[in-house]
């Protein structure tokens, strides 16, 4: 297979490219955003648009290895054709498609290129070859356009570490915003009349300063973007110290957990002065497996946090240990098992129902799903329905741009996209009520079911009289979706200001989530 890489320097940058009619944008209230990759085992053919309001495709790769710093590797067979069809169902269907440029093994020069004017300029200029209308015929050696809706800068990360490959400065932050200025002009000065978006994919936590520590203030980045995409998962996994939950909805308890979630990344990019409008919050239609060095069935108490052993398993059917062809990190598994892998392997019986030899957990502190395997001492943290629609019923609820996912290959007759969907529901929506089940587990002939204990106590005030009269008592495994909710607790009335579960009220507060509405 012939590989083609994107270094057009010798065509002019000012040029404004001949543009077709502008394709019939997506009309939906929101975003539900999902990437689309070609080694993944869903063909273009067979997606099922209406799902999604915008798709990226992964990704145009900047690597060490191509033939300049400012390439960008995209095979204009294996990727091009890909890209071709998504672009023409995505037209036929509303759905704009967006390059991904980066992903972790992608992004290595992205800040040799972000600190040098010359640079920059050249890798726009191959950047927009992306969303230019090609003008050439197919048998052309090279097109000159793709006619893609937008660019989706997927920097890990900058000023921050990713893959060992990748280049790393303390100046990063400050010379990405420059080059989102000159790509966001070079965008609206070929595209006047037709608004190409620009968007990236971000970490839970702001960009990091020259410091090297989340910047404060991101509210430069805003102007120039149409939104990003907090990847609120990968927070714990082979790499961590213990076991952990992979995309926590909450953080855990501090001294055991990472202390990042989808609500902390949701809270920490707009407390840097990134507004709602313009941001997107990532799930992961995976879970991460690790091996434990204990029984997790047999503690006491019950616990997502155990000990593991430094080397990760192979996760599901998928999971391989190839070397990667651009970025050499070893022969190593990534404990990944996707959610259709988990419901065709473990989670037999349906969503909460494992196969023999499997428990399923939920641990009310993060809001998620946990699975054990005692033939292998295998711990899985996932996403489900249950944990999926906590977070969308969140992401409704604090008024954020929409949804995202990864990737589009990974789900089960449609199960977890058909939960996103909820994000464009404004009246009637479903609401999950997260009593939590008992962990089960099955042998091969006789089921046994066990008990843990869930956290937060239970109702404490009855037959409330006054104010309180006929006003359910606070439960910590209720969720409480939208604000103006009553409850009452240890004799006294609160109300919600916003979406809010496990978090207990408390007597004369008015700066949290419940008001203290006086004693009953």
Same mark, same amino acid.
């Given at each position: 297979?012939?590989?083609?890489?994107?270094?057009?320097?010798?065509?002019?940058?000012?040029?404004?490219? *001949?543009?077709?009619?502008?394709?019939?944008?997506?009309?939906?209230?929101?975003?539900?955003?999902?990437?689309?990759?070609? %080694?993944?085992?869903? @063909?273009? *053919?067979?997606?099922?648009?209406?799902?999604?309001?915008?798709?990226?495709?992964?990704?145009?790769?900047?690597?060490?290895?191509?033939?300049?710093?400012?390439?960008?590797?995209?095979?204009?067979?294996?990727?091009?054709?890909?890209?071709?069809?998504?672009?023409?169902?995505?037209?036929?269907?509303? #759905? $704009?498609?967006?390059?991904?440029?980066?992903?972790?093994?992608?992004?290595?020069?992205?800040?040799?290129?972000?600190?040098?004017?010359?640079?920059?300029?050249?890798?726009?200029?191959?950047?927009?070859?992306?969303?230019?209308?090609?003008?050439?015929?197919?048998?052309?050696?090279? @097109?000159?356009?793709?006619?893609?809706?937008?660019?989706?800068?997927?920097?890990?990360?900058?000023?921050?570490?990713?893959?060992?490959?990748?280049?790393?400065?303390?100046?990063?932050?400050?010379?990405?915003?420059?080059?989102?200025?000159?790509?966001?002009?070079?965008?609206?000065?070929?595209?006047?009349?037709?608004?190409?978006?620009?968007?990236?994919? #971000?970490?839970?936590?702001?960009?990091?300063?020259?410091?090297?520590?989340?910047?404060?203030?991101?509210?430069?980045?805003?102007?120039?973007?149409? %939104?990003?995409?907090?990847?609120?998962?990968?927070?714990?996994?082979?790499?961590?110290?213990?076991?952990?939950? +992979?995309?926590?909805?909450?953080?855990?308890?501090?001294?055991?957990?990472?202390?990042?979630?989808? #609500?902390?990344?949701?809270?920490? %990019?707009?407390?840097?002065?990134?507004?709602?409008?313009?941001?997107?919050?990532?799930?992961?239609?995976?879970?991460?497996?690790?091996?434990?060095? #204990?029984?997790?069935?047999?503690? +006491? @108490?019950?616990?997502?946090?155990?000990?593991?052993?430094?080397?990760?398993?192979?996760?599901?059917?998928?999971?391989?240990?190839?070397?990667?062809?651009?970025?050499?990190?070893?022969?190593?598994?990534?404990?990944?098992?996707?959610?259709?892998?988990?419901?065709?392997?473990?989670?037999?019986?349906?969503?909460?129902?494992?196969? $023999?030899?499997?428990?399923?957990?939920?641990?009310?502190?993060?809001?998620?799903?946990?699975?054990?395997?005692?033939?292998?001492?295998?711990?899985?943290?996932?996403?489900?329905?249950?944990?999926?629609?906590?977070?969308? +019923?969140?992401?409704?609820?604090?008024?954020?741009?929409?949804?995202?996912?990864?990737?589009?290959?990974?789900?089960?007759?449609?199960?977890?996209?058909?939960?996103?969907?909820?994000?464009?529901?404004?009246?009637?929506?479903?609401?999950?009520?997260?009593?939590?089940?008992?962990?089960?587990?099955?042998?091969?002939?006789?089921?046994?079911?066990?008990?843990?204990?869930?956290?937060?106590?239970? $109702?404490?005030?009855?037959?409330?009289?006054?104010?309180?009269?006929?006003?359910?008592?606070?439960?910590? *495994?209720?969720?409480?979706?939208?604000?103006?909710?009553?409850?009452?607790?240890?004799?006294?009335?609160?109300?919600?200001? %916003?979406?809010?579960?496990?978090?207990? $009220?408390?007597?004369?507060?008015?700066?949290?989530?419940?008001?203290?509405?006086?004693?009953?």
């Amino acid at each position: 297979m012939r590989l083609s890489f994107l270094a057009l320097a010798a065509t002019a940058i000012a040029v404004a490219s *001949a543009a077709p009619a502008p394709v019939k944008r997506a009309t939906k209230p929101n975003v539900v955003l999902g990437y689309w990759v070609p %080694w993944g085992d869903v @063909p273009v *053919a067979s997606l099922d648009m209406t799902k999604y309001t915008h798709i990226n495709y992964g990704f145009g790769v900047t690597a060490k290895r191509n033939p300049k710093v400012t390439d960008i590797y995209f095979d204009r067979y294996y990727d091009g054709n890909n890209v071709k069809a998504l672009v023409k169902r995505g037209n036929e269907n509303g #759905v $704009p498609i967006l390059i991904s440029i980066g992903g972790w093994t992608g992004s290595q020069t992205l800040s040799t290129i972000s600190a040098d004017a010359g640079l920059r300029k050249t890798f726009i200029n191959n950047a927009m070859v992306f969303v230019r209308n090609n003008t050439l015929p197919d048998w052309a050696s090279e @097109p000159d356009g793709w006619n893609m809706h937008g660019i989706d800068l997927d920097w890990e990360y900058p000023g921050r570490g990713g893959a060992i490959c990748n280049t790393v400065s303390p100046n990063d932050s400050a010379n990405y915003l420059v080059l989102l200025r000159e790509l966001r002009a070079q965008l609206d000065l070929e595209f006047p009349n037709d608004r190409k978006l620009l968007t990236a994919a #971000v970490r839970v936590q702001p960009f990091d300063g020259t410091d090297g520590k989340p910047m404060a203030n991101v509210a430069a980045f805003a102007t120039y973007f149409d %939104w990003v995409a907090i990847m609120a998962y990968d927070i714990m996994g082979g790499w961590s110290a213990t076991t952990g939950p +992979n995309a926590p909805f909450n953080n855990g308890p501090a001294g055991k957990a990472d202390q990042f979630s989808f #609500v902390q990344g949701i809270d920490s %990019w707009t407390k840097a002065g990134f507004p709602l409008s313009k941001i997107v919050a990532g799930t992961a239609f995976y879970g991460r497996s690790v091996t434990t060095t #204990v029984n997790m069935n047999t503690q +006491n @108490p019950i616990s997502m946090y155990v000990n593991k052993t430094n080397v990760t398993p192979k996760g599901g059917p998928a999971d391989r240990n190839d070397i990667n062809y651009f970025c050499n990190e070893g022969s190593v598994y990534s404990g990944m098992w996707k959610w259709k892998e988990i419901r065709g392997s473990i989670l037999t019986g349906g969503v909460t129902t494992p196969a $023999p030899g499997w428990t399923r957990y939920w641990d009310a502190d993060t809001q998620t799903p946990w699975l054990y395997g005692t033939a292998a001492n295998t711990f899985i943290s996932y996403d489900d329905v249950q944990s999926m629609t906590i977070k969308v +019923n969140y992401a409704k609820q604090a008024g954020i741009r929409g949804v995202m996912l990864w990737d589009m290959s990974y789900d089960y007759n449609n199960e977890l996209i058909n939960v996103l969907q909820n994000i464009h529901c404004t009246s009637n929506c479903p609401v999950v009520t997260t009593v939590v089940p008992s962990p089960t587990t099955t042998t091969a002939s006789v089921p046994v079911t066990t008990t843990t204990t869930t956290g937060g106590p239970g $109702p404490t005030t009855s037959n409330p009289v006054g104010p309180c009269a006929g006003v359910a008592a606070w439960n910590s *495994a209720t969720v409480y979706p939208t604000a103006g909710a009553k409850v009452t607790y240890s004799g006294r009335l609160f109300t919600n200001a %916003w979406w809010t579960q496990n978090e207990t $009220p408390v007597a004369g507060s008015t700066s949290g989530v419940w008001k203290d509405g006086g004693a009953c």
